[in-house]
């Protein structure tokens, strides 16, 4: 939570991460924290859960990556084989990192908007 609150809130709304950092020096802080977002600014409370699942990702890949054990990402059952899809093809090529992903769903989009104005054309 402090992580949480120094990180994100304290640069966007110092007076809210004040009122957050007293409530985790209260008797029950989890309560307290979570009482606090929903009293003084609720949309706080998306971000914090979002936050909580980004941190449990993370720190379920770093004890991942301590096993003696070779665990390898298989993304075949996610996309068709033979698929045209710039998404399809950068999971099938093992480019799975966010950069190489966004560059895809880019592509896929722009392909998706020119498939649109070919179809467009052909019905004319």
């Keep these: 939570m402090n992580e949480f609150v120094n990180g994100?809130?304290?640069?966007e709304n110092p007076f809210l991460a004040g009122i957050l950092l007293q409530a985790l020096n209260k008797p029950n802080p989890k309560n307290e924290f979570i009482k606090a977002i929903k009293e003084h600014e609720e949309s706080w409370i998306y971000g914090w859960n979002q936050w909580r699942a980004d941190a449990a990702f993370e720190e379920a890949e770093i004890w991942l990556d301590s096993l003696p054990i070779d665990i390898r990402e298989n993304w075949q059952e996610f996309f068709e084989e033979n698929c045209d899809c710039p998404?399809?093809?950068?999971?099938?090529?093992?480019?799975?990192?966010?950069?190489?992903?966004?560059?895809?769903?880019?592509?896929?989009?722009?392909?998706?908007?020119?498939?649109?104005i070919d179809e467009k054309d052909n019905k004319q």
Excluded at 92 to 103: D, I, M, Q, Y
């Design 8 to 11: 994100l809130i304290k640069i």
């Design 87 to 116: 998404i399809c093809k950068a999971m099938a090529e093992g480019r799975t990192n966010e950069l190489s992903l966004k560059n895809a769903f880019r592509e896929a989009n722009f392909k998706q908007v020119m498939d649109s």
